[in-house]
């Protein structure tokens, strides 16, 4: 089983419709969750932390669920410019140091 | 901030010639991590660093990679001999302590002919 799974989709889906993502992990003892949004070609970068609580910011909502080991993103209302690879990190502690384990990511395509 | 730097943006090369990336981390940065994209494996963790020291090479994929980072505002990823399932983009990402955002440089896009 892989460390971080997800579906790598494409989603294909219409405009101001909500889409969600699930990422499965397979370490228990993972600390910290992430998800990433890349565009075609460009570099990852950081879209929001992951928090035990749930978290939102905008249009965008992410939770973890702990006891069946999976991380989620919720985006409502998408956007044309919602259309890109969405990766979820998973940060944990494996033989004494830090492992940072991204999975294979979901592409989204929003369309018109 | 300029961010993170890699060099070269595009590398072609013939199959068995050795391959030099170069990335410059986010001045005050601790952690510098090498990662390898392809389709069909997604971003893989080759190595990491912090404080200039090597922590974790256990996604080297072989001995014909190896990785240095001399001092806090430079390391380089080298390959040799390279091979063409070697074709990939590689990332240098740096984060000022673990965990906490990672932020990438715009990847070295190597074609190994």
């Known amino acids: 089983r892989k460390e971080v799974e997800q579906d790598p989709g494409p989603f294909n889906v219409p405009e101001g419709a909500t889409v969600a993502f699930n990422c499965t992990y397979s370490n228990s003892a993972s600390q910290s969750f992430f998800w990433y949004r890349q565009d075609c070609r460009k570099e990852p970068k950081l879209l929001m932390s992951v928090y035990s609580s749930g978290n939102e910011d905008g249009r965008f909502t992410a939770q973890l669920n702990r006891a069946s080991q999976y991380i989620s993103l919720l985006i409502r209302d998408s956007k044309l410019s919602d259309s890109a690879t969405y990766l979820c990190?998973?940060?944990?502690?494996?033989?004494?140091?830090?492992?940072?384990?991204f999975g294979i990511g979901t592409k989204l395509q929003v369309i018109p | 901030d300029a961010g993170v730097i890699q060099s070269p943006r595009h590398e072609v090369t013939e199959m068995g010639q050795e391959v030099t990336l170069r990335c410059k981390p986010i001045s005050g940065h601790d952690y510098l991590f090498w990662y390898r994209q392809t389709m069909m494996r997604g971003l893989e963790l080759l190595i990491y660093f912090n404080n200039n020291v090597p922590i974790d090479d256990s996604g080297m994929p072989e001995d014909r990679f190896s990785a240095k980072m001399p001092n806090a505002s430079f390391s380089t990823l080298k390959i040799q001999p390279s091979e063409p399932r070697d074709s990939a983009v590689y990332f240098c990402?740096?984060?000022?302590?673990?965990?906490?955002?990672?932020?990438f440089g715009q990847g070295t896009r190597l074609t190994v002919v």
């Open positions: 990402a740096s984060s000022s302590g673990v965990p906490r955002e990672a932020f």
């Open positions: 990190v998973v940060n944990g502690r494996s033989g004494g140091y830090q492992k940072v384990t």
